[in-house]
């Protein structure tokens, strides 16, 4: 007993570790009051456990020396009935189930005793001379007793109850009544079957019906929650079914070690063919449920009353029955133990094997979220978006292009300079920007709007880039994160203000280099002015210098001005226009230039904040694999203790049931 305290002293220690989730520890607390209850509990538990008229009714019936259950070929149990010795006489009790037609019925009766909360059955008495009562009880334990006229009405019992048996057989077996109660228990006369026994029979387990799966649950239930051991019958003119192992596989494989097994009715197997029987259930039993050395008895308890030899043999098989039992409670409880530690080992080895799960997926995440990967995806997009970029380039403008602008110049000079009557109005025209110099400007519009239909095909590209590597980066983000923040701004991460931010759920357009003008330049104003500065500044200035001296001479005339003027005009303007296109050209270049190197700025930014990122976080897996690691390292060395207390819990077990086994025989 003191090794047993020690083992549960160090069970309530570890089931508050954080070892184990509060779901975990609230599971394992109910398991240990259960074992707490059961090892205080006065009585040990003893399922009867068997197929339809195995003879479970008929052994317990022999084992209280009273005929008290019904033995027919049809009769079969329906609702577990415990038996125990009590107090005085025999005494049956049956506990309604708690329905509103009791309610009702002991309603008027609440105003004197107060509220009933339980209602049960309860009958004694011998033969002819019993008696029974519906009994409603109250908190505090008052009771009323109706009569056994409205007992019988109430419970629709049948008029042929005669006897205390009777009564039994009718609340246990017949169906309609069955279904009121909740439990059945008989309290035996002093010395009828032992102190501190309780014997349960249970429903046969027979599959078919839906009455008989109700059996087997009920059964089941008692197995699961209930009993301590179990005596385990098979008969012997059919000892052993597949549906019976499968139900004991299922239901009772834990009790099995711990259990007394019964073959029955031997009585119809004639004496040689018995040990034959005997030697194979206990090879099924061993192959089926690895049973080491599996303890067969055998008897015919419906025979022992008759039969000098079945009444010997029969009081042996009680013998040991008792002895067995009344020793094992100890061996039952350690039993209990052990599945608790087993059951702490398995949800220990599961979350240890999840943490090292945990710990391989968070490096796999990070070596394939790294910084160099994230790089060689981004550098496949600059490629990309400088070919693109770079395709855009206008080469200059070829010869007959150029020619093709002159001719328009020139045409539209001596268009305007031939409408002009007078000297004076021919020099104001020769004089203003809007003279020569505006129909250059005119016809080399298309090489303006050339320049900046690019400007607009390179804003876009630039976005379209932009957008497709801020794509990238979050996503590369979002499996390294896995999931948590797929598609959230970097900078949440880096900066805790912005994390308040409302972040587009759809592709998030990170602008990283600064806003750019909003708005452009009109081209054709700035070209102008760039054209002007050329005229001036080039080889045209002596020309229009030379023409304004010229118009100041009295002795030309009108005529000869204009065709000196388009002369020289139309000798300059090849120059001008390749002066004019190279400038333009270059402009292109810049321009081009320009959105390559944003391109390259905006991968930098990304990859330098992902780098940050990544930094971080793999920073927090270094700290939190190291916590990890340690978990790991505790969470073993307490497997590696629960493990030592098992198997010590096993070897004692192992030695309890080789001195039961001992003393049975």
Same mark, same amino acid.
């Given at each position: ?55 479970? !009714? ?9 005929? =008290? ?54 009958? #004694? ?54 279904? =009121? ?12 079957? #032992? ?47 597949? %549906? ?62 008759? *039969? ?89 403008? !070829? ?58 095909? =390179? *804003? ?60 452009? +330049? *009109? ?30 001479? *009295? ?25 004019? %296109? ?25 990859? !330098? ?34 493990? +030592? ?18 003393? %049975?025989?």
């Amino acid at each position: 007993m003191k090794h047993m305290e020690e083992q549960i002293s160090f069970l309530k220690k570890i089931i508050v570790r954080d070892d184990f989730s509060l779901e975990q520890q609230e599971k394992y607390r109910t398991q240990m009051e259960v074992i707490l209850k059961r090892k205080n509990q006065k009585n040990l538990q003893i399922a009867i456990v068997g197929e339809f008229s195995s003879g479970k !009714s008929t052994l317990i019936n022999a084992m209280i020396g009273k005929n =008290l259950l019904k033995t027919a070929f049809m009769a079969t149990t329906a609702i577990p009935t415990r038996l125990r010795e009590g107090p005085g006489q025999l005494t049956v009790r049956g506990t309604l189930r708690q329905e509103k037609t009791w309610k009702e019925l002991f309603r008027k009766y609440e105003k004197k005793t107060g509220k009933f909360t339980v209602y049960r059955l309860e009958a #004694g008495g011998t033969g002819r001379n019993f008696w029974m009562n519906l009994v409603g009880i109250t908190e505090k334990g008052g009771k009323k007793l109706l009569t056994e006229t409205l007992t019988r009405r109430c419970l629709k019992l049948s008029g042929e109850i005669q006897t205390l048996e009777d009564l039994l057989a009718e609340i246990t077996t017949r169906e309609e009544v069955v279904c =009121l109660f909740e439990q059945v228990e008989v309290l035996l006369e002093s010395g009828s079957l #032992g102190e501190q026994l309780e014997i349960i029979d249970t429903p046969g387990t027979n599959p078919g019906s839906e009455s008989a799966r109700e059996h087997s649950r009920r059964t089941q239930e008692v197995l699961m929650k209930e009993a301590d051991t179990a005596v385990i019958l098979f008969p012997a003119d059919r000892v052993y079914t597949a %549906s019976f192992e499968q139900f004991l596989r299922e239901n009772a494989s834990r009790l099995l070690e711990n259990s007394l097994l019964l073959v029955t009715m031997m009585d119809r197997v004639p004496p040689e063919e018995r040990q034959e029987i005997l030697d194979y259930t206990e090879e099924k039993l061993k192959e089926r449920f690895h049973l080491k050395d599996p303890k067969i008895l055998f008897c015919a308890a419906g025979r022992a009353k008759k *039969d000098p030899y079945w009444r010997e043999n029969f009081q042996q098989v009680k013998r040991s029955f008792l002895t067995y039992m009344k020793s094992g409670r100890i061996t039952f409880i350690r039993q209990h133990l052990m599945e608790l530690l087993e059951q702490m080992m398995d949800d220990l080895n599961g979350e240890l094997e999840e943490k090292k799960r945990s710990l391989t997926r968070e490096y796999e995440l990070l070596w394939d979220n790294s910084v160099p990967a994230l790089t060689g995806v981004l550098g496949g997009l600059e490629k990309q978006a400088l070919a693109e970029i770079e395709a855009c380039r206008i080469p200059l403008p !070829s010869r007959q292009e150029q020619e093709g602008i002159c001719r328009c110049a020139y045409e539209k000079a001596k268009e305007q300079m031939d409408a002009i009557t007078t000297r004076s109005e021919l020099r104001q025209y020769l004089q203003k920007e809007e003279g020569l110099l505006g129909t250059v400007v005119s016809a080399a519009r298309p090489l303006a709007d050339q320049a900046q239909k690019l400007q607009k095909k =390179l *804003d876009a590209l630039e976005k379209k880039w932009e957008k497709e590597i801020g794509k990238k980066t979050a996503f590369y983000y979002g499996r390294l994160t896995e999931g948590r923040a797929a598609l959230e701004n970097i900078n949440a991460r880096l900066s805790p203000d912005s994390a308040t931010r409302e972040i587009d759920a759809g592709l998030q357009h990170i602008r990283i280099m600064g806003q750019k003008e909003e708005s452009r +330049t *009109d081209w054709a104003t700035m070209l102008t002015g760039r054209g002007v500065g050329i005229l001036l500044g080039g080889p045209a200035l002596w020309v229009i210098g030379g023409m304004v001296g010229l118009i100041g001479g *009295d002795w030309l005339m009108v005529g000869k001005m204009r065709q000196k003027a388009l002369e020289e005009f139309a000798r300059e303007l090849p120059a001008l226009m390749d002066n004019y %296109s190279r400038e333009i050209w270059m402009l292109e270049g810049r321009m081009i230039k320009e959105s390559k190197d944003h391109i390259l700025a905006v991968k930098e930014e990304y990859q !330098s904040r992902y780098q940050a990122v990544y930094e971080k976080l793999r920073q927090e897996f270094e700290e939190e694999k190291k916590n990890l690691e340690d978990r790991i390292r505790r969470t073993e060395r307490l497997i590696h203790e629960i493990e +030592t207390r098992r198997a010590q819990l096993k070897q004692q077990s192992i030695s309890r049931k080789d001195q039961r086994a001992n003393a %049975s025989v």
